[in-house]
């Protein structure tokens, strides 16, 4: 999948905040049919510095404008893109 099918196919489904470390927030989305979706944003002090991240705050990839992303269903990597 190219990053333009993956935002359309996913770009809209709900993530959530789960994690942070070393200046990376990370977020994961899944799917009614259990398709889940996992990214991150920042990664170094000056990119995080302006962000608003709130653990209950909705976002989503195209809200996020993430560098990659990892697509699994049923523990398996089913697509994804990585920018970095």
Same mark, same amino acid.
């Given at each position: ?12 489904? %709900?993530?959530? /905040?789960?994690?942070? /470390?070393?200046?990376? /927030?990370? /977020? @994961? ?20 510095? %302006? @962000? ?8 989503? @990839? ?11 269903? %049923? ?10």
């Amino acid at each position: 999948m190219t990053k333009q099918e993956i935002l359309e196919k996913y770009g809209k489904i %709900n993530l959530k /905040f789960t994690t942070y /470390f070393k200046y990376e /927030f990370y /977020f @994961l989305g899944v799917t009614e049919n259990g398709t889940q979706i996992y990214t991150s944003i920042g990664g170094c002090s000056s990119e995080i510095y %302006n @962000l608003d991240v709130s653990s209950d705050a909705k976002e989503t @990839l195209i809200s996020l404008e993430t560098q990659w992303v990892i697509i699994t269903l %049923n523990g398996k990597e089913i697509g994804g893109y990585d920018e970095r």
